[in-house]
């Protein structure tokens, strides 16, 4: 599949709106703050940077892997180890990001490892690289 010239700077625009947000929403991760209040915000960043959001920015707490969203009326504070997840799209070209922050300081090593596994696989990443390549550059 062929982009144009102008279809990749929609993409490009997106990821760094994307990442913008994404460490915007970080510095607002606080111990018993309510994880709506932080999504709410991250949206409005998003469109405040000229994107719209890909989906609601998302919080997942501890053991749920990802994606929760709740909803306007949701009590659920920020606590232990958080997972926030953002997405921005210009046009329909998206860009997605995610990050991880203890906030109980008892996980510091898994997120420092999960951190180390996914710059790993960034380093290899290109054009044409097989799956089980980036595989076991992260394992």
């Not at 062929?2 to 279809?7: A, G, I, L, R, Y």
């Not at 994606?67 to 997405?87: A, F, N, R, T």
Request: glycine share 8%; net charge negative; hydrophobic share 40%.
């Amino acid at each position: 599949m062929e982009f144009s010239e102008e279809d990749l700077e929609k993409w490009k625009k997106a990821c760094r709106i994307s990442a913008q947000a994404l460490e915007y929403g970080k510095n607002l991760i606080k111990k018993e703050d309510l994880v709506v209040d932080v999504c709410d915000k991250v949206d409005e960043k998003i469109v405040k940077l000229g994107g719209k959001p890909s989906f609601p920015a998302q919080i997942s707490l501890n053991a749920v892997a990802a994606h929760y969203c709740g909803d306007k009326d949701d009590k659920l504070i920020l606590d232990g180890v958080v997972k926030l997840d953002v997405g921005a799209h210009i046009d329909g070209f998206s860009g997605d990001n995610a990050l991880t922050v203890d906030l109980s300081g008892e996980n510091e090593e898994l997120v420092a490892a999960s951190r180390a596994a996914l710059d790993a696989a960034i380093r290899i990443i290109k054009p044409g690289i097989e799956l089980h390549e980036i595989g076991s550059e992260i394992e």
